[in-house]
């Protein structure tokens, strides 16, 4: 009988409250560098050497798209407005600009490039508003890298409707099987099966933007009206890390009793 190993815990990864910054990835750029090489083995590149599968770590500098006018993270955790009062040197007057700061998530993602000559089939591009097609396609998720037991989804992968974020884990050997499952499923699968998901992936993006647009907004709301109420977090969590970080320590991070409100 093979002893079954313990899973240990990132110290910060898998702790929330600890995601207050984008964090560089953790695995080193030659080992990243070797597992891209794999995956491109097994699934090629274009002719203009683009990967058609790539990692990508979540809280890279570099994993943000545009989005409506402005440059947004792929995979957002949370978002924060903050206001940064400067001295304008021709007036001599303070004033006040905005910086949006976006906290990214700190799992691997494999990502999967759509040509674009499928994105320009149909009208599922240009119903996101995303602008014109990239001229290299664009990619979208494939699936999150992550570990997953009974203690958060059982493996599902995910709960009541939304992706389990897991457990972080590097990408490695078992991701690639995985892969490898996938694309002998759709070696052997109709032609009628494959086509539709084109289509599909453009949806994805759509709901996944939509759901973020949301929730960046509820923030926003949740955090004026937390201004406006000095110190109201205490009587909104008794959530101690909450508490000896103030209440912008985690935009959302807590929730009002009912009846309060």
Same mark, same amino acid.
């Given at each position: 009988?093979?002893?079954?190993?313990?899973?240990?815990?990132? =110290?910060?990864?898998?702790? *929330?409250?600890?995601?207050?910054?984008?964090?560089?990835?953790?695995? /080193?750029? &030659?080992?990243?560098?070797?597992?891209? $090489?794999?995956?491109?083995?097994?699934?090629?590149?274009?002719?203009?050497?683009?990967?058609?599968?790539?990692?990508?770590?979540?809280?890279?500098?570099?994993?943000?798209?545009?989005? @409506?006018?402005?440059?947004?993270?792929?995979? #957002?955790?949370?978002?924060? *407005?903050?206001?940064?009062?400067? *001295?304008?040197?021709?007036?001599?007057?303070?004033?006040?600009?905005?910086?949006?700061? *976006?906290?990214?998530? #700190? @799992?691997?993602?494999?990502?999967?490039?759509?040509?674009?000559?499928?994105?320009?089939?149909?009208?599922?591009?240009?119903?996101?508003?995303?602008? #014109?097609?990239?001229?290299?396609?664009?990619?979208?998720?494939?699936?999150?890298?992550? %570990? %997953?037991?009974?203690?958060?989804?059982?493996?599902?992968?995910?709960?009541?409707?939304?992706?389990?974020?897991?457990?972080?884990?590097?990408?490695?050997?078992?991701?690639?099987?995985?892969? $490898?499952?996938?694309?002998?499923?759709?070696?052997?699968? $109709? /032609?009628?099966?494959?086509?539709?998901?084109?289509?599909?992936?453009?949806?994805?993006?759509?709901?996944?933007? @939509?759901?973020? +647009?949301?929730? +960046?907004?509820?923030?926003?709301?949740?955090?004026?009206?937390? &201004?406006?109420? =000095? %110190?109201?977090?205490?009587?909104?969590?008794?959530? =101690?890390?909450?508490?000896?970080?103030?209440?912008?320590?985690?935009?959302?991070?807590?929730?009002? /009793?009912?009846?309060?409100?």
């Amino acid at each position: 009988m093979s002893q079954q190993v313990e899973w240990v815990s990132h =110290p910060v990864f898998d702790v *929330e409250q600890a995601w207050t910054r984008n964090y560089p990835c953790p695995v /080193p750029v &030659s080992e990243l560098a070797d597992f891209q $090489r794999r995956l491109d083995a097994l699934t090629g590149k274009t002719v203009n050497n683009l990967s058609r599968l790539k990692v990508v770590w979540g809280m890279a500098a570099d994993d943000v798209m545009f989005f @409506r006018g402005q440059y947004l993270r792929q995979h #957002p955790h949370w978002r924060e *407005e903050k206001l940064i009062p400067f *001295e304008n040197p021709d007036t001599g007057l303070t004033e006040v600009v905005s910086e949006i700061i *976006e906290i990214g998530v #700190p @799992r691997f993602y494999m990502m999967e490039l759509n040509d674009r000559e499928d994105l320009m089939k149909g009208n599922g591009w240009d119903s996101l508003e995303l602008g #014109p097609i990239p001229e290299n396609g664009f990619y979208t998720d494939w699936f999150l890298v992550a %570990h %997953h037991d009974a203690f958060c989804c059982k493996g599902a992968g995910h709960f009541n409707g939304v992706r389990c974020l897991g457990s972080y884990r590097p990408p490695g050997e078992q991701d690639l099987d995985r892969i $490898r499952q996938m694309l002998r499923n759709k070696n052997n699968a $109709r /032609p009628d099966e494959i086509e539709p998901s084109i289509e599909l992936a453009a949806k994805r993006v759509g709901d996944k933007w @939509r759901k973020a +647009r949301d929730k +960046r907004q509820a923030e926003m709301r949740d955090a004026i009206k937390s &201004s406006l109420a =000095p %110190h109201a977090h205490t009587f909104t969590t008794d959530d =101690p890390s909450v508490l000896s970080n103030g209440k912008y320590h985690f935009l959302g991070g807590s929730k009002q /009793p009912k009846g309060t409100e």
